[in-house]
């Protein structure tokens, strides 16, 4: 058996995602190939996935950025301006689909009816959807036909897995073919660690696309007089001290995390995942105007596996912000993060679930 992996080329975490079920897959039924397209995140993907093939095409989604981090509402409308007549041409010029048993996508739309027109399953996996992401953009800079598109393509998935911190509405308005499922992490047999000599651990890390690297790069200047705390950063900063250990490009920040005590990063979904699968408290970074972050924040400290740090204080007043948050909030955080319920095997779930279907 075969399938094809559509993945977005919007950020890092869904490579992650579909790493962890690819693994499950071929944990199941090691001679079941994979082929993994994608457009930007190319690179990554081939260090992501192993024994896989690989097609480098644009998937037909993004959504520009302003240099915050923020959506650029002006870009967006212009991207999707002529998307209904695109997405129709990145349809029909797909082809050969008919030599795989099924789809997995996160979150590629056009991947569900394609699937369609192939009489073969498709599944996809998403924390948010793209229609939900654009309504809660203001002004909407997406048209309704736009958007009545992309719900009618993602409702033509066999089924939809949603991980916990969906929003309520998704799971609504997609409640025919949604699964919840546990978190989705990549579960390893031997994590990595540094020497801190015993000194309360906090790794900075960014998301993977990049989207706060100025604002940590500037704040990231204080933290060698900071000398009761260790931190790990990544090698790009160019930083040395006694107080930090550099994580090597080639390495993923993923592997460090279960070894540390503080993980302060932009609110993504997959590092959230990461940190409350492996019980280490969070402390996240704010991103203006961006729905998916707002409700990650929301959902963590409602939870109270985390706590936030505003961009502003993050930046020059780290020193202060980080021992107050150690002083204040860190130790009831620390206990809810380890008392929490929450399973982390959504990959192994979603994989049995696949091949419990397509085999028979």
């Known amino acids: 058996m075969s399938y094809k992996a559509y993945l977005s080329d919007e950020g890092f975490g869904h490579l992650v995602r579909q790493r962890a079920i690819y693994d499950q897959i071929r944990k199941l039924d090691p001679t079941i190939k994979a082929t993994v397209q994608t457009g930007s995140r190319e690179g990554a993907a081939k260090r992501f996935f192993s024994e896989a093939q690989f097609i480098d095409k644009f998937n037909n989604i993004a959504w520009p950025r302003n240099r915050d981090g923020s959506p650029n509402i002006e870009a967006i409308r212009c991207f999707f301006k002529d998307y209904i007549d695109r997405s129709k041409a990145f349809i029909e010029a797909e082809e050969n689909l008919g030599q795989y048993d099924f789809i997995v996508s996160d979150f590629v739309c056009e991947a569900f009816p394609l699937a369609r027109s192939f009489d073969i399953p498709s599944f996809g996996v998403a924390h948010f959807t793209w229609d939900w992401f654009f309504s809660k953009l203001y002004p909407t800079p997406v048209n309704s036909d736009v958007m009545e598109k992309l719900r009618i393509y993602a409702n033509q998935a066999d089924t939809l897995y949603f991980p916990p911190f969906t929003p309520e509405e998704i799971l609504r308005v997609y409640r025919k073919i949604a699964r919840t499922v546990p978190f989705i992490v990549n579960h390893m047999e031997k994590y990595k660690s540094v020497d801190a000599g015993g000194k309360f651990t906090v790794m900075v890390m960014d998301s993977g696309a990049e989207v706060l690297n100025k604002h940590i790069e500037t704040a990231l200047k204080t933290i060698g007089k900071i000398n009761d705390i260790h931190f790990v950063i990544a090698e790009k900063y160019g930083l040395k001290g006694d107080n930090i250990s550099v994580i090597p490009n080639t390495d993923y920040f993923s592997d460090y995390i279960p070894n540390v005590d503080l993980v302060i990063t932009r609110g993504g979904f997959n590092t959230i995942s990461e940190c409350i699968a492996y019980r280490i408290p969070i402390l996240l970074l704010g991103e203006g105007q961006n729905p998916e972050i707002e409700r990650n924040l929301f959902y963590i400290k409602q939870e109270g596996l985390g706590s936030f740090i ?45 091949l419990n279907r397509v085999k028979h």
Do not use: P
């Open 310 to 354: 505003s961009l502003d204080r993050f930046v020059y007043a780290l020193e202060d912000s980080l021992h107050g948050f150690i002083d204040a909030e860190y130790v009831q955080i620390r206990k809810r993060i380890e008392e929490h319920e929450y399973r982390s095997d959504g990959a192994s779930v979603i994989a049995e679930d696949i």
